[in-house]
């Protein structure tokens, strides 16, 4: 399984990015996708995920309110919309794959892509 991020990029605090992960193989309704994210000198955080058969989303109090995770099962894509972009919101985002269930820590996930990195100036 691969997982293949994009859209990260510089935007003002305040603003919006929107982030995409395709897999490359079929997701499964019991499958969950997963958002984490890490900024320099820290650990690898949870920040968002999403059952893929029911669609049940789930975040981190950091970004409730502010980001929305999405799924697209067609196209075999997550995404997640990040608005009210803050400077603590700067970090590596990578996507994964849950094949075991709903999981907000790194070890639930099996799957990793290799990130995007967003970068939020004040």
């Known amino acids: 399984v691969q997982l293949q991020a994009s859209g990260g990029g510089l935007v003002q605090a305040g603003g919006s990015l929107r982030l995409s992960c395709v897999a490359s193989?079929?997701?499964?309704?019991?499958?969950?996708m997963g958002w984490f994210r890490q900024a320099p000198g820290k650990e690898r955080e949870f920040v968002a995920a999403?059952?893929?058969?029911?669609?049940?989303?789930y975040y981190a109090d950091s970004v409730k309110g502010r980001f929305t995770i999405s799924k697209d099962g067609a196209a075999n894509t997550v995404f997640l919309q990040m608005n009210n972009l803050k400077p603590e919101d700067t970090a590596v985002y990578y996507c994964?794959?849950?094949?075991?269930?709903?999981?907000?820590?790194?070890?639930?996930?099996?799957?990793w892509g290799q990130g995007t990195q967003v970068t939020v100036s004040s």
């Open positions: 193989v079929r997701t499964f309704s019991s499958h969950v």
């Open positions: 999403i059952r893929w058969g029911v669609g049940n989303t």
């Open positions: 994964a794959k849950a094949t075991r269930g709903l999981s907000t820590v790194e070890n639930g996930y099996s799957y």
